[in-house]
């Protein structure tokens, strides 16, 4: 497994249909959204353009499987955001995310000298829970029914990780 920063070229249709996955998308806002091939290589070209985000890809033997976004890098506070997604289901539960969270966490604290990485998670999303405490991430607040989702509202749960 690797990550890399995606390219335009790495953007497929697989790539734009894994957001077309109830499953996929069953925590995140991009439940609301439309993806096309066209739209998600503006997206990538527009991460490439931003010195303030990196979109990494996730790939396994030169096969892309999901993404890990850090954003916010350029924040006078020293942090940023983490968000991912193994858009191929069938590299779910294997450790995989928790592995290119890590390596994000590497590049975070010795390439950008951050200070502090987050993520807010719903709190049914059980493999980002995992993904998170494995990582060291601990648990900083909860909003209550905080996040819509599959026509529920849920908790969100507030993760940090100080590096």
């Not at 405490?133 to 509202?153: A, P, S, T, V």
């Amino acid at each position: 497994m690797e990550i890399r920063l995606l390219q335009t070229n790495d953007v497929t249709e697989t790539y734009a249909t894994w957001f077309s996955n109830k499953e996929v998308v069953k925590y995140s806002d991009n439940q609301y959204r439309c993806f096309s091939i066209e739209g998600q290589k503006l997206y990538v070209q527009t991460c490439l353009n931003d010195k303030n985000i990196e979109l990494y890809g996730i790939f396994i033997e030169g096969r892309h499987i999901g993404n890990v976004v850090l954003d916010g890098i350029k924040s006078i506070h020293r942090r940023a955001e983490v968000t991912y997604v193994i858009g191929e289901k069938s590299y779910w539960g294997k450790g995989i995310c928790q592995h290119a969270v890590s390596l994000v966490i590497k590049k975070a604290r010795k390439d950008h000298k951050l200070n502090k990485l987050f993520a807010g998670i719903a709190s049914n999303n059980i493999g980002s829970k995992k993904v998170l405490e494995k990582n060291n991430f601990i648990l900083e607040g909860i909003r209550k029914k905080h996040l819509y989702y599959n026509n529920l509202f849920e908790d969100q749960l507030d993760y940090g990780l100080l590096l």
